[in-house]
């Protein structure tokens, strides 16, 4: 399978990072193609110019590449931390400017005049990891989880995932080296899971 796999940290010793090598390490040991992309490290502009709103507006090689790698792709994995709530500025600007109509969606006419949305992803399985240092009952109780509906209903499950799964890592800021073990050892689990051998081999 080609995975894609996207990080969003600015700072490359930060545990977000070590949970994108994680997965990527799993991933190719289970024999999967894997792109993974840094944004900041690549310097992705995450501001939609007002001439890429059109769906033939894309003149940026890059992100021609990170369409063609979501178009291909028959995973996704996504790695970012939990900012108010939100991803990072840089994450969102990626989706804008990546997740486009006629690459992820495109809308259907009914006859009521109605536009239906239709998911083009080629993937049919994602994986979300996120980091915070509010724990979890914060971000789900307090919050409403909002990363959750972003992702899973706003996002991909509207391209056409139909396997998301999403793990929370939190409070990173106290957490033990232990602590941060116990989590990479799920990233494993979680990927090998979701993206099995067999499914691989199957292809």
């Known amino acids: 399978m080609d995975i894609l796999l996207i990080v969003g940290h600015p700072n490359a010793d930060s545990f977000n990072h070590a949970i994108a090598r994680t997965a990527k390490e799993e991933l190719e040991a289970a024999g999967h193609t ?7 490290a690549e310097g992705f502009d995450p501001v939609l110019p007002p001439e890429e709103i059109s769906r033939e507006g894309v003149s940026d090689p890059l992100v021609n590449r990170h369409c063609e790698e979501l178009r291909s792709a ?3 994995v996504i790695v970012h931390p939990s900012w ?3 991803p990072p500025a840089m994450v969102k600007g990626w989706v804008d400017r990546v997740f486009r109509a006629g690459v992820a969606y495109r809308f259907e006419a009914t006859s ?29 109780g307090a919050l409403g989880d909002p990363l959750e509906s972003m992702w899973d209903n706003t996002v991909l499950g ?12 939190a409070p990173v800021i106290i957490s033990s080296d232990e602590q941060r073990r116990l989590w990479l050892a799920d990233v494993r689990e979680t990927v090998a899971e979701v993206f099995a051998p067999s499914t691989a081999s199957a292809r």
């Open 74 to 76: 028959d995973g996704i």
């Open 112 to 140: 009521s005049g109605e536009g239906i949305p239709v998911g083009l992803l080629k993937a049919r399985k994602a994986v979300v990891f996120n980091t915070a240092n509010s724990t979890p009952k914060q971000e789900w």
């Open 158 to 169: 509207f391209c056409g995932i139909e396997d998301f799964r999403r793990k929370l890592y």
């Open 34 to 40: 894997v792109h993974l992309h840094d944004l900041y």
């Open 84 to 86: 108010w709530g939100q």
